[in-house]
């Protein structure tokens, strides 16, 4: 499967020198592939960690599955109810509508071109949802991709453990599941990683909607154990959302929902400059693929995160023909 890896890399048409990680899982079978050099020259090693980006969003919905099964957490419980700080707006929108970005929070984007100088971070993002003049749309009404809404998923997993955001995941997710060279920030955490170098002035500090750092094949192995359901929170993260007029939400617990050849499959990317990653899995293939750039596009990766995932798809495929 390596073999796999390296060309598909190639006729993505992924630079040699670009800095990239990949990793696959296919039947409990796992494969990585790790190429380019970094800003010193030091060569990409598979050990290596990259950002993660918004990929962290799935822990954060796992995280709130977990307080959920517990008995924790009522995720249809007004958002004010546990963080009290927030306006008005925040009486309309429930754990449930963040988990999938239903609740009319400014889009992606908005925010993020505010911050001028500054870095990306909770304390940021919190008090910009304070601002009176900052317009939400009515809950429930349409689908709005928002990194605000998980940055508040975030609080609220703090609020209601009493654990940092970091703490919890680690001590929950990452240690249980055995899942080594994953680190999440600890908030205001300046991460120390080679990719830092090519992320530019600005940094993405933030948790819940990202945060995460990881290496390829360690998000493989996250990403196989959610395949077997290892948490036993698959009937809550992997469900669809719903709008009011009853319209179904593609998009899950911190996972976008979708199908390959009839089977279920569940995807995200996520993207800062010099900083792209997507991920795919599907269990009833029993098959994950992770991808991680260093990189100032968001297509590279696709291409080739999609391209690895059909690949071995089809001969997972030919595997089990008579």
Known sequence: MTADLEAI???????????????????????????????DGRPVTPTDLFYAGSLTKQ????????????????????LRRILGDLPAWADRVTV??????????????VLERALGQRHWTNDYVMAALRAPELPFATPRVSYSYSNAGYVCLARVIERITGMSFAGFIEANLIEPLAIE??????????????QVAMMGP??????GDGGLWTTASAFVSWLDRQNRDALGIAYLAEQPGKLADGETIAYGWGVG??????QAMFIHGGGWQGAYA??????SLGLSVAGFAADGSA??????????FGRLAAGSAQETTP
């Open 181 to 194: 060279e994953m680190h999440v920030l600890s908030e205001g955490e300046i991460p120390a990683y080679p």
């Open 299 to 308: 297509d590279r990766i696709v291409a080739v995160t999609d391209a690895l």
């Open 59 to 78: 822990l954060t919905g796992a995280a709130i599955a977990l307080l959920a099964r517990e008995g924790r957490i009522d995720v249809d419980m007004p």
């Open 278 to 283: 997507k991920a795919i899995r599907s269990p």
């Open 202 to 207: 600005v940094l993405p500090l933030s948790t």
């Open 96 to 109: 449930r509508d963040l988990l999938h970005h239903a609740g009319g929070l400014p889009p992606a984007g």
């Open 9 to 39: 890399a190639r006729e993505a048409g992924i630079p040699a020198e670009l800095p990239l990680s990949l990793a696959a899982c296919r039947g409990g079978e796992a494969a990585q592939f790790a190429s380019g050099a970094w800003p």
């Open 257 to 262: 929902i979708r199908s390959f050849g009839g």
